[in-house]
Every structure is written in C-alpha cells, then in structure tokens.
Nanobody, 122 residues
Framework: QVQLVESGGVLLQAGGSVRLDCATA????????MGWFRQAPCKEREFVAA???????YYADYVKGRFTISRDSAKNTVYLQMNSLRPDDTAIYYC????????????????WGRGTQVTVSS
C-alpha cells in the first residue's frame, strides 16, 4: 500500500523558515516524480514545486528563489525548504507522487498525502 505522509507544518511569523518532509512507503521512490502543492481556504489547489527522479527541479514563479525542493532516495523522502515566508503562503501543503514526468497539474499525480498546515502571520 502506497503511503505519503507530510510533516513539519507550523504557525510562524512572516519572514520565517520551515522545512516540510514527505515520507513515502510502498512505491519505487527513485522512479517517481514528486511534487508539492498547496491549497488555501476557498482557493484551488496550486502547484508549488516538483522534482524528477533524476533531481531536475521545477518551481512556481511565486516561490522561486524562496523555496527549495529536494529528495533523499536513501530515506524515500522529499523535502520542501521554505524561506522568507509570507502570509499568502498560508495553506495546507500536500505531497504527491507521479509515475510520469513532473508536471504542474494535480490530476497528473497518482498518489497524495493528507497534507500539513502552514500558517504565516503578519
């Protein structure tokens, strides 16, 4: 059974940093592209970042230069380092796995975690 479990969600002030972890189990981690998405209240789920099995990375413009995605194949875990956080980064952050190449489209991902809440106060 495939499992993706996010952790690291926090309440913090603007300008702060946090790292989100997504531990996976039950899938061949090295051949799956991994993505992070987020969803704020009353908004659509949106793409944040993705990383291929060969560690090519992709970012949404609104996080480029502030967020960094990485993966550790030894731990079957993907990370999202978030710096210079802003109140509009407040959302539930979801980890997802895709058997195909990384995309920005949620429907392209095969497996999802349950999410972790990040709240940034001004």
């Amino acid at each position: 059974q495939v499992q993706l479990v996010e952790s690291g969600g926090v309440l913090l002030q603007a300008g702060g940093s946090v790292r989100l972890d997504c531990a996976t189990a039950g899938l061949p981690f090295t051949i799956y592209a991994m993505g992070w998405f987020r969803q704020a209240p009353c908004k659509e789920r949106e793409f944040v970042a993705a990383i291929s099995g060969r560690v090519y990375t992709y970012y949404a413009d609104y996080v480029k230069g502030r967020f960094t995605i990485s993966r550790d194949s030894a731990k079957n875990t993907v990370y999202l380092q978030m710096n210079s956080l802003r109140p509009d980064d407040t959302a539930i952050y979801y980890c997802a796995a895709s058997r195909s190449t990384p995309t920005t489209t949620p429907s392209s991902y095969d497996y999802w975690g349950r999410g972790t809440q990040v709240t940034v106060s001004s």
